[in-house]
């Protein structure tokens, strides 16, 4: 059974970082890629960026999404990806959310991802 864990959420104040981690289990991810999402209250679920399971490149969303920001990255020894928030803001303010994909090119539409975590509240205070 496939299983996405996201920690390291939590409150911290506005230009601080946080470092939010992912990590899979239940079966072999070699061919899918993984995004980070976030999703605030009264809005829409919002891609941020993602990486394969194999290989170094990795795809962003635009500045307003965090580019910039926010750094995606991967330890296959771990099974874990990662999300490096930097210089956070008030309207960063979401549960964070990772998820995996079947597919050999970046997605950005959380409808084209198959698994999902339960998501980890992330709280920038002003």
């Known amino acids: 059974q496939v299983q996405l864990v996201e920690s390291g959420g939590g409150l911290v104040q506005a230009g601080g970082s946080l470092r939010l981690s992912c990590a899979a289990s239940?079966?072999?991810?070699?061919?899918?890629?993984i995004g980070w999402f976030r999703q605030a209250p009264g809005k829409e679920r919002e891609f941020l960026a993602a990486i394969p399971w194999i290989g170094s490149n990795t795809y962003y969303a635009d500045a307003d999404s965090g580019k910039g920001r926010f750094t995606i990255s991967r330890d296959n020894a771990k099974n874990t990806v990662y999300l490096q928030m930097n210089s956070l803001k008030p309207e960063d303010t979401a549960v964070y959310y990772c998820?995996?994909?079947?597919?050999?090119?970046?997605?950005?539409?959380?409808?084209?991802?198959?698994?999902w975590g339960q998501g980890t509240q992330v709280t920038v205070s002003s």
């Open positions: 998820a995996a994909a079947l597919s050999s090119y970046f997605r950005r539409d959380s409808r084209e991802y198959d698994y």
């Open positions: 239940g079966r072999t991810f070699s061919s899918y890629i």
